[in-house]
């Protein structure tokens, strides 16, 4: 058993190491022959908790203790990504006079909490981990209240908006399954500590399949609309870690904590934006390529992560906090 579990640890370093390149691999072959993963778009939701799941069994109390212990902290990361990110969002929508189905999908993804990803960038650029951890956190609970609230604030313009049903919707593929593998680690936490090494391989294979369906349902519309959302993504992406490290320094935290709120605001939950814009395609009238903004934040923050990651390593006074 020892020997297996080595070569899971092998393969889930190797794969999350490596998580770019296959995202960007059958994003492409999704596209080119999207025949083959169309059969994945009914599993989407499910494929979303599973990657929840696997990120309540990693959690315990004890990560909300940053909260009580230094609170102001906490609650400016949360600021930052529920404020800053659906702004920069609705600033490049409007700059870039953007179709109705893009721009809502543009919003999607700024109205989402942070991503489980910021917590490992956060670790390599040498960053505040417990901080990540609890902003993360804290930010994916209070996305059933804040997310379709803010959505509807922003995206009622271009089509119709059912905050309750988003809530609900939330609460099923995100809030439901972290709340049971909180419990489950609590329950069984050393069985859970040795098999943990193999949840970012689940990860990866799931977020891929997403990313695939998503892409292999919107084909089209990305061959005509496809470089234009990848700028305003990627910009998205950018100014929202340059305006969460300005955040952190204009609030006079130290370096540690800068790296680690420019992540936090930067990286969001683009698996979330494209499952929720699935299940917004399905429901109403509305074009799926709203789902395709937060699959290619996915795609991307993957990429712009560990860059943002190595710059942050390689600050001069790294360790002199």
């Not at 899971?8 to 993963?37: E, G």
């Not at 902290?73 to 404020?83: A, K």
């Amino acid at each position: 058993m020892t020997g297996f579990l080595k070569k899971l640890a092998f393969l889930s370093a190797f794969f999350s190491k490596t998580f770019a390149l296959w995202v960007i691999l059958f994003a492409v072959l999704a596209f080119y022959f999207p025949q083959y993963f169309l059969g994945i778009k009914g599993y989407i939701s499910l494929l979303l908790g599973v990657v929840m799941f696997g990120m309540g069994l990693t959690l315990s109390v004890n990560d909300f203790s940053e909260v009580f212990k230094r609170p102001v902290q906490v609650l400016i990361g949360i600021l930052g990504q529920f404020v800053l990110m659906p702004l920069i969002a609705f600033t490049l929508v409007l700059a870039f006079n953007l179709p109705s189905d893009i721009a809502a999908g543009v919003m999607l993804v700024g109205c989402c909490p942070g991503g489980t990803s910021s917590n490992v960038m956060s670790y390599l650029g040498k960053g505040d981990v417990p901080l990540s951890v609890t902003i993360t956190a804290c930010t994916t609970v209070l996305a059933p209240v804040v997310t379709p609230a803010l959505f509807y604030l922003f995206a009622s313009q271009w089509l119709e908006v059912d905050p309750i049903g988003m809530f609900i919707s939330i609460v099923q593929i995100v809030i439901l399954p972290i709340v049971g593998g909180v419990i489950i680690n609590a329950l069984f936490r050393t069985t859970i500590n040795k098999v943990v090494i193999a949840l970012p391989l689940v990860s990866v294979f799931a977020i891929i399949a997403i990313v695939a369906a998503v892409v292999a349902v919107s084909a089209e519309k990305i061959a005509t609309t496809g470089i234009l959302i990848f700028v305003v993504v990627a910009l998205h992406n950018c100014i929202g870690y340059a305006l969460g490290f300005v955040l952190a320094k204009v609030c006079g935290f130290k370096l540690k904590q800068k790296k680690t709120l420019a992540i936090e605001i930067g990286m969001q939950n683009s698996g979330l934006a494209a499952t929720l814009g699935m299940s917004l395609a399905a429901k109403a009238a509305v074009n799926p390529v709203v789902a395709v903004p937060g699959a290619i934040f996915s795609v991307w923050h993957n990429i712009s992560g560990p860059i943002i990651a190595t710059i942050f390593a390689n600050l001069k006074d790294q360790n002199r906090e």
